[in-house]
């Protein structure tokens, strides 16, 4: 069983930054593509950034050129480095890991919550 375990969430003003980090229980290299995804009070999920094994990153229009998705393999963990943080960045963030066989994977959140 995979366990990715958030950490990096907390309370911060707007304007602010934060570093999520996602720290997976095997390698991530074994993984087709990982991501960050959120989820505020009364609205769906929705997709932040990912990245995939190979290949380019993708951002949500809302959070380019504020966010940077990153991995360190060696360390099995991604990371999602969060600059000039808004109010609506308000959410409960998720990591994700997906596989090449449909496999998906997700930990459990951790809370942004950014003060006006």
């Known amino acids: 069983q995979v366990q990715l375990v958030e950490s990096g969430g907390g309370l911060v003003q707007a304007g602010g930054s934060r570093r999520l980090s996602c720290a997976a229980s095997r390698s991530i290299f074994s993984f087709n593509v990982m991501g960050w995804y959120r989820q505020a009070p009364g609205k769906q999920r929705e997709l932040v950034a990912v990245?995939?094994?190979?290949?380019?990153?993708n951002y949500a229009d809302s959070v380019k050129g504020r966010f940077t998705i990153s991995r360190d393999n060696a360390k099995n963990t991604v990371f999602l480095q969060m600059n000039n943080l808004k109010p609506e960045d308000t959410a409960v963030y998720y990591c994700?890991?997906?596989?090449?066989?449909?496999?998906?994977?997700w930990g459990q959140g951790t809370q942004v919550t950014v003060s006006s």
């Open positions: 990245i995939p094994r190979w290949g380019n990153t």
């Open positions: 994700h890991a997906g596989t090449s066989v449909g496999d998906n994977y």
